[in-house]
């Protein structure tokens, strides 16, 4: 909670700055743009190893292989990748470019959930 709360108040205080740079430079109100995102993403990614280990002790407990958990961290971190580079270039004014990475986005995510959709496939197969 106390994570979401810094990465907003950064975010709003970067977007008033920036707004209020555009005017004169707009050049260095991307450049704080960019900062900022780099700030608040290299502080998120210190806590994925505690949503790590959390997720690691549920498939021990419910006895389920690594695979789902890599599968499903593979998949989370490709569509945050996506969406922030799909937003930057929204952002550029770049809309066609936005499209193409989040069709991107979307067949990587197809690609990483397949070992999953394959093991249900398979598990469906023998109930029947």
């Known amino acids: 909670m106390e994570l979401i709360l ?3 108040a950064a ?6 700055i920036a707004l209020l740079l555009k005017k004169f430079n707009p050049e260095l109100s991307g450049l704080l ?3 900022t995102i780099a700030v608040i993403m290299i502080t998120a990614v210190n ?3 505690e949503l790590k280990e959390l997720i690691r002790t549920a498939n ?3 006895e389920i292989s690594d695979i789902y958990l890599i599968s499903i961290l593979k998949c989370l971190a490709v569509s945050i990748i ?3 580079s799909s ?3 929204k952002d550029a004014g770049q809309a066609a470019l936005a499209s193409a990475v989040e ?3 979307c067949v990587c995510a197809a690609t990483v959930v397949l070992p999953l959709i394959i093991n249900m496939i398979n598990l469906v197969g023998t109930m029947v």
């Open 33 to 35: 743009s960019l900062c």
């Open 11 to 16: 975010a709003l205080t970067a977007s008033f």
């Open 60 to 62: 021990r407990l419910a």
């Open 103 to 105: 069709f991107a986005g």
């Open 6 to 8: 810094k990465a907003a």
């Open 47 to 49: 806590f994925i190893g």
């Open 87 to 89: 937003d930057l270039c």
């Open 82 to 84: 996506a969406k922030l």
